[in-house]
């Protein structure tokens, strides 16, 4: 269960980073290239402690899926930008994709 909240970790930290690069406007603007470093930095070092127990497959799945809709709905919300309904649809069967991997697949870590 710890390797699922370090994972969560993860990926938070990488949407903040990832966040933060329109901010840092090129790695010119010092305070938002910090959170970037910063935040890249502890989101592979997470996913390091993630992969003890859980394989890289699911793990590296659970992140690009999770990351994809937190930034999409960060870029929605507060940079407004718009999303139409085939990229909603298309965040929908990806996370469908997340859930049928880890409640069915035996690939997973349970």
């Known amino acids: 269960m710890k390797s699922w909240l370090f994972l969560g970790i993860a990926i938070v930290a990488e949407v903040i980073a990832t966040s933060s690069l329109k901010a840092s406007d090129g790695f010119t603007r010092l305070a938002p290239s910090?959170?970037?470093?910063?935040g890249y930095a502890a989101a592979f070092y997470f996913l390091s402690l993630t992969l003890k127990e859980i394989p890289v497959g699911i793990a590296y799945a659970v992140w690009a899926g999770l990351g994809i809709?937190?930034?999409?709905?960060?870029?929605?919300?507060?940079?407004?930008?718009?999303?139409?309904l085939p990229a909603v649809i298309g965040m929908a069967l990806i996370v469908a994709g997340v859930g049928v991997?880890?409640?069915f697949s035996r690939a997973g870590a349970h």
């Open 101 to 103: 991997i880890n409640l």
């Open 34 to 38: 910090l959170v970037v470093l910063v």
């Open 69 to 84: 809709v937190l930034i999409a709905a960060i870029g929605w919300l507060v940079l407004g930008q718009r999303l139409d």
